[in-house]
């Protein structure tokens, strides 16, 4: 249960962003992910960013706008459509001590390169017997909510999490998709950092000033005494909002938006659930061997004397992603459907 | 180092015969080589011998017959000139300069190994002597090689503002031929004028399959490298003189110009795939007639003929050659197996939870001094 990660929290670069106070500027998620590349390529130069149409059409959903003007064609690279291809480059590259950043114009689309992605950069270090590591990013648009039918909605980390090597980051606003993302260039280990295309135009306050977020840190966003919501990326969203319904119904909800979940922070979890005795986790992958049925599972297994009922969970329908609005909607962890969950956890239903 | 030569390893250039004229290099050089050849191929052998008194274990795919493709094509570049290749990887950790000892330990599982037996024998992982794999998917290596001779040029040209200077050998089998990622990663080497050489170790069969069989155009199969506008040669690979001879002007011709090549190696395996291969796809007389063009055979022949060596100083390589896999041998049997601790090493290079960080293979300074891997060389990449 315990983290050795004192050392990197004593870093006084890593720092809260709700918590540093001054001055906040209000930008869009995209706006504060191009930031934290641009930071990090100023301050290292092994560090570059390549993918589909990331350069002279300043990225596919305008992430990189910009970018090849500051940085020139050297560092700003675009790539054919060969995700195969260009992610086993990076990876190589990685291998010598680059530090690039891939842009997969989805997650989907890194099917594709599912082997480079699982095979070798999770597997570097530990078959060179710690010899050559892999310290790469691959970033990317992920999950459904935008119509985009079935092949192009997935919600990779359902897959992806169950791979030893690899730190998964799934940021949930703007503020903390900067911080992480800058953890994320400045890790020496494989990093899969997963954006929602629904979020990527929602504006949040981000601090002025640099910060990282340490991976496998937690972020109480919402205080509640009766039952702990524990989810990441854009379904948090969905937890605060149910949370204001339920406190009208007189249900206090705490809200825990866990940000990565390799490294998963437990030790939050569990405190809180220890504090609620009931929790509900909300997960935008499907249900079956899912990271929300592994946190489930943990919950049940460090708290089973403190819960007065069982984990419920929250998931994506088990369907292939619909393409109607309506479908899709219903198919979403949504708001109704965490509403009714911790009303049933609650004995409310 | 840096020959201006022009190329003439464009087309089928390679048909070198047996009696070749020496090239200007010391006898001691060519004695090296012939002592690589044979001590790869002495390897090998007790190799398989181990394999059959279960001493290893897995898959074990042995290099006999293809000995003058690795020795060949490590000769004719630089150390710092970085090789990657695929599962029958012993040759190139053992002609790149691994030690028999690390090699043979890795395929026991002990702690003595490369990696400490955590990768086997298909993962021969050097950083010392830039061999970075030993990769077991069919073709993975390829893009990851275009990557490694990106991150060559990216270094050379990008950080320090100078000139490409290094060239990158990424070998392959004729099977991995038919992977799409080879053709990703000769298509991306092409567009971004990355200096990597993708050597077709063309032993005419992938696994069971010969040639024929499984790939298209394979009387001419430089044409899959010409698709993508790369240099081309086709070299015989039984041959370690035209593959030095050939493969050094290549090289160079690559590292003057930032540009891929990819090369036809024709070369024969005299055993199978690998250890549970029976062969029952060729013949008994093939086999032969390919034997009788054997790779370390002719060259003594071209050495005593030219006087560089006699046969009592073939017989002095031969035997300490096995004097030396002999000794590899008892280093892997005595040596000690992993301690459990290794397990949880390795997973992250920054320790999380129960894993453990990191430490380095006894032959890069001990498994006992805790290290930590550090990007580029160790150098600071920060501006």
């Known amino acids: 249960m315990s983290r050795s990660n004192s050392a990197v929290l004593s870093n006084p670069l890593f720092r809260e962003p709700t918590l540093m106070g001054g001055v906040t500027h209000e930008i869009e998620f995209r706006d504060a992910v191009r930031d934290a590349m641009s930071e990090e390529m100023r301050r290292d130069k092994r560090v570059f960013l390549l993918g589909e149409e990331v350069a002279q059409y300043d990225g596919a959903y305008k992430v990189s706008k910009g970018m090849l003007a500051e940085f020139g064609e050297r560092r700003i690279i675009d790539t054919p459509i060969s995700e195969s291809g260009f992610a086993g480059m990076a990876i190589g590259a990685a291998a010598m001590g680059l530090r690039p950043i891939v842009e997969f114009m989805s997650w989907s689309f890194s099917l594709v390169a599912a082997d480079p992605i699982l095979n070798n950069a999770p597997k570097m270090l530990y078959m060179s017997g710690g010899q050559l590591g892999c310290p790469i990013v691959f970033r990317g648009n992920d999950g459904a909510g935008g119509q985009l039918g079935s092949t192009h909605s997935w919600a990779v980390e359902g897959l992806f999490s169950n791979v030893p090597g690899v730190k998964i980051v799934i940021p949930s606003c703007a503020a903390d998709a900067k911080g992480l993302l800058k953890t994320a260039i400045r890790d020496d280990d494989p990093v899969f950092f997963m954006e929602s295309e629904r979020l990527l135009s929602i504006k949040g306050h981000v601090p002025e000033g640099e910060y990282l977020i340490p991976f496998g840190h937690a972020l109480v966003r919402r205080v509640g005494t009766q039952c702990t919501l524990c989810s990441w990326g854009r379904p948090v969203n969905f937890c605060l909002e149910a949370a204001e319904i339920l406190a009208k119904e007189g249900i206090d909800c705490e809200v825990i938006d866990l940000r990565t979940i390799r490294p998963l922070d437990l030790p939050t979890v569990v405190a809180s659930v220890r504090k609620t005795s009931c929790a509900v986790v909300v997960d935008q992958s499907w249900s079956f061997a899912s990271p929300g049925a592994e946190l489930a599972s943990q919950i049940h297994r460090h708290c089973f004397d403190d819960l007065d009922n069982f984990v419920h969970r929250v998931h994506s329908d088990d369907v292939p992603t619909p393409y109607s609005s309506k479908l899709e909607q219903e198919y979403l962890p949504n708001v109704r459907k965490i509403c009714e969950a911790v009303r049933s956890a609650t004995y409310r239903a | ?383």
């Open chain 2, 1 to 383: 180092m840096m020959a201006t030569t022009t190329p003439s390893g464009s087309g089928a250039n390679s048909t070198h015969g047996a009696a070749r004229k020496l090239p200007a290099l010391p006898s001691t050089t060519l004695t090296k080589w012939l002592r690589e050849m044979h001590l790869i191929r002495e390897f090998e052998v007790r190799c398989m011998q181990s394999y059959q008194e279960k001493k290893i274990g897995g898959f074990c795919h042995v290099y006999i017959g293809q000995e003058a493709v690795a020795v060949g094509c490590t000769a004719a570049v630089n150390l710092e000139d970085p090789i990657i290749t695929a599962y029958r990887d012993h040759g190139h950790a053992l002609a790149r300069g691994m030690s028999s000892r690390a090699c043979m330990a890795e395929m026991y599982g002990k702690v003595g190994g490369c990696a400490k037996g955590k990768g086997g024998s298909m993962h021969m992982f050097d950083r010392p002597h830039n061999l970075y794999g030993g990769h077991g998917i069919v073709g993975a290596q390829t893009p990851l090689g275009a990557g490694i001779a990106f991150a060559t040029k990216y270094e050379d040209e990008v950080m320090n503002a100078g000139r490409n200077r290094r060239v990158t050998l990424c070998f392959l089998g004729d099977g991995a031929v038919n992977q799409g990622s080879v053709y990703e990663a000769m298509n991306l080497a092409g567009l971004f004028d990355i200096p990597v050489i993708f050597i077709v170790e063309n032993n005419g069969y992938s696994m069971g399959t010969e040639i024929s069989r499984g790939t298209t155009m394979s009387h001419e199969l430089t044409i899959k490298g010409r698709a993508h506008g790369l240099k081309e040669a086709t070299i015989d690979g039984m041959d370690v003189l035209a593959v030095y001879h050939d493969m050094h002007e290549l090289a160079n011709w690559c590292r003057e110009n930032s540009r891929p090549a990819f090369v036809d190696m024709k070369c024969y395996r005299y055993k199978g795939h690998s250890m549970s291969d029976p062969r029952k796809y060729r013949t008994r007389e093939e086999e032969e007639r390919h034997e009788l063009n054997d790779a370390i055979g002719k060259f003594e022949r071209t050495l005593l003929d030219h006087a560089v060596v006699t046969d009592a100083s073939i017989k002095e390589i031969m035997n300490s050659t096995r004097e030396e896999v002999r000794d590899a041998l008892k280093f892997s049997n005595e040596s000690p197996e992993p301690d459990m601790s290794e397990l949880y090493t390795d997973v992250f290079v920054e320790p999380w939870g129960r894993f453990t960080g990191s430490s380095l293979p006894e032959f890069m300074g001990g498994a006992a001094n805790a290290c930590r891997f550090h990007a580029t060389n160790g150098k600071e990449g920060l501006v």
